[in-house]
């Protein structure tokens, strides 16, 4: 079996989306041979959105080497390192962990021999680190890149060039970039003037319930995860349900909008006095395994999308598509999302309020009658999108590589 360094900041336990990617590459890449050694932030149990189960169980021959780095004291690790130093050195930032994990990779490169390594972004320390493993050890690296400060409005107005800079100088350097959508793909392609693959995020279907859970007893409306504003704005979608009460589409008795792991006071921002216009609840983040369940039993799964950032392709839609409910995008971003629900036949995205009335009113029709809301899906088109698959994906492309450095290597 070949050996992959995987550096990933984020990994599990730690629920966070880009958690997902980089843990279950490790849980799935070693039936299509290769055995990754894991060097990643460490996620104590007493921190916030530990989740002990967030991906299942990763092989136990995977080695998973967690870095916490100590927390700044002083004038200088607050103010210089936190506040100066990532301008300078955007691929060492945070500049601690950065000195931990590099020694640690140092340490794993003189220890073994590894055959190619993955690194994540963003943060992009682990491209840094990844850069300069690559060259000390002779072998091939893949850059994945998450989010693009080349592409995206990340970040604020005056860091956002010193870290794209950046970002197109490791990307630049790697044997192989490889981006989570087609937007991205092509946008930073365009900036580094080579092709960038894409390998979306997914789901997991192992993390699903053994059987379906039982319907919520309302017309369940779900969002699961943190808003963003001006993004992901909730006020549409709540603006349109309180239509839908006034104009006796849908009893107020029989719908419930809930929110899982969101601001109160940010929905209250965008749709003033919302807990009392519409039947809603904000709840509490939940584990993984939980809010997959909650999907599940829900009616409706609400997707708010980044309509003016290209390339954005949330990864909670993965989710969505494997929970099995009808999604609804808000609004319509004419990118991704929707070519992506218009590919599945999971669901519609929709901008014009009159638009989600009338589409929640036969949602709910539908609901109510018993009638199979899910019938649209393609389930051949919804398959691509499973992790173990990605995995798969993600192995072919370290193999092309390899094999091309072997072949250069005996010539």
Not at 75 to 84: D, Q
Not at 247 to 265: C, H, N, T
Not at 369 to 397: P, V
Request: some cysteine; charged content about 25%; overall charge positive.
């Amino acid at each position: 079996m070949k050996k992959l360094l995987l550096l990933a900041f984020y990994f599990p336990p730690r629920n966070h989306i880009a958690s997902y990617r980089s843990g279950c590459f490790a849980k799935f890449l070693p039936e299509n041979g290769w055995l990754p050694t894991v060097v990643c932030d460490d996620w104590p149990a007493d921190r916030p959105n530990y989740d002990p189960d967030f991906v299942g169980i990763i092989p136990g021959e995977v080695q998973i080497h967690r870095i916490l780095a100590a927390k700044p004291a002083g004038f200088y690790e607050r103010f210089v390192l936190r506040k100066i130093a990532p301008y300078v050195w955007p691929h060492r930032a945070p500049i601690r962990w950065w000195q931990q994990a590099r020694a640690k990779v140092h340490f794993l490169l003189r220890s073994q021999r590894f055959d190619a390594i993955w690194a994540t972004s963003d943060p992009m320390v682990p491209m840094g680190l990844a850069a300069e493993a690559a060259e000390m050890a002779g072998i091939p690296w893949v850059a994945d890149i998450r989010d693009s400060f080349n592409v995206q409005r990340m970040g604020s107005w005056y860091k956002r060039p010193f870290f794209a800079r950046q970002e197109r100088r490791l990307t630049a350097m790697a044997g192989q970039v490889v981006a989570v959508s087609g937007g991205l793909a092509e946008g930073l392609g365009g900036r580094i003037r080579r092709r960038v693959e894409v390998i979306p995020n997914g789901f997991d279907l192992s993390l699903l319930p053994d059987s379906p859970p039982a319907r919520a007893p309302l017309f369940t409306i779900l969002y699961a995860g943190a808003l963003m504003l001006p993004h992901r704005n909730p006020a549409p979608l709540l603006r349109a349900v309180e239509l839908c009460i006034e104009r006796k589409f849908i009893p107020a008795d029989q719908i419930e909008v809930l929110f899982y792991g969101s601001d109160a006071g940010l929905i209250d921002r965008t749709f003033p006095g919302a807990l009392q216009r519409v039947p809603m609840k904000v709840l509490p983040r939940i584990s993984h395994r939980e809010i997959l369940r909650a999907q599940m039993s829900s009616a409706v799964l609400l997707l708010l999308t980044h309509a003016s950032e290209k390339g954005v392709l949330t990864g909670k839609v993965f989710d969505y598509l494997a929970a099995g409910r009808p999604i609804l995008a808000v609004p319509d971003d004419h990118g991704e999302i929707a070519s992506l629900l218009r590919r599945t036949g999971a669901g519609l995205a929709l901008t014009a309020t009159e638009d989600i009335v009338g589409r929640l009113a036969k949602w709910h029709g539908d609901w109510k009658a018993g009638r199979d809301m899910a019938a649209t899906r393609n389930a051949e088109e919804i398959g691509r999108y499973s992790r173990r698959a990605q995995a798969k994906r993600l192995a072919e492309i370290l193999d092309g590589m390899t094999a091309g450095a072997i072949s250069g290597r005996s010539s």
